[in-house]
């Protein structure tokens, strides 16, 4: 149980056009998703926290109008990364916090989308 | 207050040894420690996890000792295997006081030699 799937796997996309990564939260409800960048040989960087039927909260640094996240439904999370340049490639990942009865503190994550900007 | 410091950066180790890994924290208030391993181009996958009322947790090869006055808390994986060689995240968080952030600290990379 508590698989999150996330979609594309990877992406190559051309400078200038938006690209879409979709998360979800398979056989769980998540009111909160998360969405951290990665950078090679690094650690996750949390961009913004998505809760369900409000807007994002975007950690400091974070352009909030290049990295667009809707949260519409408990199960769904989507980051549009608007107008990509090459500084924009990274890999990205999704995480869900479970909710309800024994779910206790535990977030599962996506397997990532690797972007690339040419 | 927020950080989670990693140590070390990279462990080389034998098949059949122990591995270990060590973070520590500052912030008092945190409440929950996971320990998350990642393979190249996966996300990461909740290893095992511990709560600050218990200093030790064993899954498996898997174990966490937690000192809660030193702030410190350590994983330790026995037999260590090739297929154990991955990038290992220690992580906590202030679950219960409301703020979910999962801080992580930097990792290391685990190679265990067959």
């Known amino acids: 149980g508590a698989v999150v799937s996330q979609h594309p796997s990877w992406v190559i996309c051309k400078s200038g056009t938006s690209v879409k990564i979709e998360c979800r939260s398979l056989?769980?409800?998540?009111?909160?998703m998360f969405w951290y960048r990665q950078f090679p040989k690094q650690s996750l960087m949390l961009m913004a926290t998505s809760n369900e039927g409000s807007k994002a909260t975007y950690e400091q640094g974070v352009e909030k109008d290049k990295f667009l996240i809707n949260h519409a439904s408990l199960t769904l999370s989507t980051l549009t990364v608007t107008s990509a340049h090459p500084e924009d490639s990274s890999f990205y990942i999704c995480?869900?916090?479970?909710?309800?009865?024994?779910?206790?503190?535990?977030?599962?994550f996506g397997s990532g989308t690797r972007l690339t900007v040419v | 207050q927020q950080q989670v410091k990693q140590s070390p950066q990279s462990l080389i180790v034998q098949k059949g040894g122990i591995s270990i890994i060590n973070c520590a924290y500052e912030?008092?208030?945190?409440?929950?420690f996971p320990w998350y391993q990642q393979f190249p181009g996966k996300g990461p996958a909740l290893l095992i996890a511990?709560?600050?009322?218990?200093s030790e947790k064993k899954e498996g090869r898997f174990t966490i000792s937690f000192n809660k006055s030193a702030k410190q808390f350590s994983l330790h994986i026995m037999d260590s295997q090739p297929g154990d060689s991955a990038t290992y995240f220690c992580?906590?968080?202030?679950?219960?006081?409301?703020?979910?952030?999962?801080?992580f600290g930097k990792g290391t990379k685990l190679t265990v030699n067959p």
């Open positions: 995480s869900a916090r479970r909710i309800g009865p024994g779910a206790g503190y535990g977030y599962t």
């Open positions: 912030n008092t208030a945190f409440d929950y």
């Open positions: 511990i709560r600050p009322d218990v």
């Open positions: 056989d769980f409800q998540a009111t909160t």
């Open positions: 992580a906590a968080s202030n679950a219960q006081g409301g703020s979910e952030k999962l801080v």
